[in-house]
């Protein structure tokens, strides 16, 4: 019990996730614009809950006197302005969003928006000795959520005004230049800085920004080009998957056209009645007997693929796996309607008399195993005693008679004498059916 609740909380969390932050969730991959609409929408309820946890940490330090810092009035500033860029950023998301330009919009306000919330929580901490590193850590966040866009033009569009206004505030906060001047002019203070720990400082944390930049660029061309290639596959995919589609309905509607005839119910009923005994006297397992009750009536399952042929489109916008699912239905019907006119153009050679050595070899090779012998003994039996246009009905003794001097010859040894032996059960079974 105790793990089918912690199953239930995981499944549960993972629903929660997939809803709120995942990329692809409902999304077509192909359709630009409706991946850039669920990234916006996926980033800002990550600004929110960025959001939710600076509000929080802002409001236990306005109350509390860690490095003299007491000041609430920019705690309680900011709030309002969170409150309308992210008013703003939902607005301009839910606008339109089938807009291209829109979503692109709503794109690069909150891109600029995650990094001026993470300068806004440095400039409040900076100052707190035990503070400044993490909240410096905030840009480099800022930077990995705009990559999640996987946009190389907005993060290297990005990256000089990030850069620069970094700059500004390693010289203004960080470092306070202002008051390393102390009135020196230019000339004189430029050498002083350069050779100062400060000056190595920013350089570093320069250098180190400009090469977490590069890395994250690197890692977002990796994403952006197998999203292209992902994108590029599926609609091959779709393509080959549409083509495939009305040439499987084609193919199907030649092939089922011609066959009407074929798929009478009462014939089908009376060779799966005929095919399950003939199956247990030649002693065939549960399972195999099953198989061969199934396949001798799967072809009036016509109707369950019929959609594939006259509603191509229908299906077009289905799942792959529904595609397959129809595809080898259809697939089973037409090998059982390829036995059914192997049993007709037997009964139609030996009853023409055009049966020859090159016609039997040429029939040996279409469907060959025991199951489909069955089947074809038992439609081959009832066939001759049925009426067609081309053909009288044969009374049983003449349809045994053909049997023996003619049609065994198609069948298995072992088969044919099971067939032979209990004739007359089988004659029973047609007269009552």
């Given amino acids: 019990m105790k793990r089918r609740r912690l199953f239930h909380a995981k499944t549960l969390g993972k629903s929660v996730f997939e809803r709120f932050f995942g990329f692809e969730q409902g999304v077509d991959?192909?359709?630009?614009?409706?991946?850039?609409?669920?990234?916006?929408?996926?980033?800002?309820?990550?600004?929110?809950l960025s959001n939710v946890i600076y509000s929080l940490l802002l409001v236990l330090l306005s109350l509390?006197?860690?490095?003299?810092?007491?000041?609430?009035?920019?705690?309680?500033?900011?709030?309002?302005?969170?409150?309308?860029?992210?008013?703003?950023?939902?607005?301009?998301?839910?606008?339109?969003?089938?807009?291209?330009?829109k979503q692109m919009v709503a794109?690069?306000?909150?891109?600029?928006?995650?990094?001026?919330?993470?300068?806004?929580?440095?400039?409040?901490?900076?100052?707190?000795?035990?503070?400044?590193?993490?909240?410096?850590?905030?840009?480099?966040?800022?930077?990995?959520?705009?990559?999640?866009?996987?946009?190389?033009?907005?993060?290297?569009?990005?990256?000089?005004?990030l850069l620069a206004l970094l700059t500004a505030i390693h010289l203004i906060w960080t470092y306070s230049l202002q008051g390393m001047v102390d009135g020196l002019s230019m000339v004189e203070f430029f050498p002083i800085f350069v050779r100062s720990p400060e000056f190595s400082d920013i350089l570093l944390r320069t250098f180190l920004f400009i090469l977490f930049y590069f890395v994250v660029y690197a890692i977002v061309s990796m994403g952006q080009y197998m999203q292209e290639e992902r994108k590029n596959e599926l609609i091959r995919r779709r393509q080959v998957q549409f083509d495939f589609t009305h040439i499987v309905g084609d193919l199907f509607s030649v092939v089922f056209s011609s066959s009407y005839a074929l798929m009478d119910k009462r014939h089908a009923y009376q060779v799966q009645q005929m095919s399950e005994r003939l199956a247990d006297d030649y002693g065939l397992s549960d399972d195999r007997i099953a198989a061969i009750n199934h396949y001798a009536m799967i072809h009036l399952?016509?109707?369950?693929?019929?959609?594939?042929?006259?509603?191509?489109?229908?299906?077009?916008e289905q799942n792959y796996d529904l595609l397959k699912e129809k595809t080898e239905l259809g697939s089973k019907i037409a090998k059982r309607m390829?036995?059914?006119?192997?049993?007709?153009?037997?009964?139609?050679?030996?009853?023409?008399?055009?049966?020859?050595?090159?016609?039997?070899?040429?029939?040996?090779?279409?469907?060959?195993?025991?199951?489909?012998?069955?089947?074809?003994?038992?439609?081959?039996?009832?066939?001759?005693?049925?009426?067609?246009?081309?053909?009288?009905?044969?009374?049983?003794?003449?349809?045994?008679?053909?049997?023996?001097?003619?049609?065994s010859n198609y069948f298995d040894y072992d088969l044919k004498e099971r067939f032979f032996k209990f004739s007359d059960d089988f004659l029973e079974i047609y007269n009552n059916f």
């Fill in 29 to 48: 991959i192909t359709d630009d614009v409706a991946v850039l609409y669920r990234r916006n929408v996926v980033i800002k309820n990550i600004i929110l």
């Fill in 338 to 407: 390829q036995l059914a006119q192997k049993c007709e153009d037997i009964t139609r050679a030996h009853i023409e008399g055009t049966a020859n050595e090159k016609f039997l070899n040429e029939m040996l090779v279409i469907q060959p195993e025991i199951e489909s012998q069955i089947i074809l003994l038992a439609d081959l039996y009832i066939t001759m005693r049925s009426a067609k246009s081309y053909k009288r009905p044969l009374a049983h003794s003449a349809v045994m008679k053909l049997f023996r001097s003619e049609l």
């Fill in 64 to 101: 509390s006197p860690i490095g003299g810092v007491t000041d609430w009035v920019v705690t309680v500033l900011v709030f309002p302005l969170t409150y309308v860029i992210n008013r703003l950023l939902r607005t301009l998301i839910n606008l339109d969003p089938s807009d291209k330009t």
């Fill in 301 to 316: 399952q016509y109707q369950e693929i019929k959609e594939l042929i006259t509603n191509k489109e229908a299906l077009d």
């Fill in 107 to 161: 794109m690069y306000v909150a891109a600029f928006y995650i990094f001026f919330s993470s300068v806004l929580i440095y400039a409040r901490l900076y100052r707190i000795e035990y503070f400044e590193t993490g909240a410096y850590i905030l840009m480099y966040y800022a930077v990995v959520v705009i990559s999640l866009y996987q946009e190389k033009r907005l993060l290297s569009t990005s990256f000089q005004g």
